[in-house]
């Protein structure tokens, strides 16, 4: 997907959703489809910034680490990476146990913070 200077110089841009302007089926079906289509975008409101504009979702990059290509390690713990553009290198860090974190670019390109309970055992 190529995206364009004037898109990412452009605030309007920064809170669309491009890879999803528009809710699934399955997202509040019982709402009216306007309705739906602003608790969509409320649930994300930046996702164009997070993938395009401080990330790199856009751009060719390699990946190397622990489980570089998913945000969590599958067997619980540490999980790293690194993205690498050109000659930058991006970080990324995640960890499963009482708690769900994850901070830094992602497997997508997207950065990314999270931190919540984990209601896995």
Request: no cysteine; hydrophobic share 40%; net charge positive.
């Amino acid at each position: 997907m190529k995206i364009t200077f004037w898109q990412k110089i452009n605030p309007i841009f920064w809170f669309g959703n491009l890879d999803d302007p528009n809710p699934p089926n399955n997202y509040r079906p019982n709402d009216p489809a306007w309705k739906r289509k602003v608790w969509w975008y409320f649930r994300n409101p930046l996702h164009n910034f997070t993938f395009y504009i401080i990330g790199i979702a856009d751009k060719p990059f390699i990946s190397i680490g622990k489980y570089p290509s998913t945000v969590f390690n599958p067997d619980g713990g540490w999980n790293w990476a690194i993205r690498k553009y050109k000659w930058i290198k991006l970080p990324f860090v995640s960890y499963i146990g009482k708690v769900k974190f994850y901070l830094g670019w992602r497997e997508r390109g997207a950065i990314g913070f999270k931190l919540t309970l984990n209601s896995q055992k």
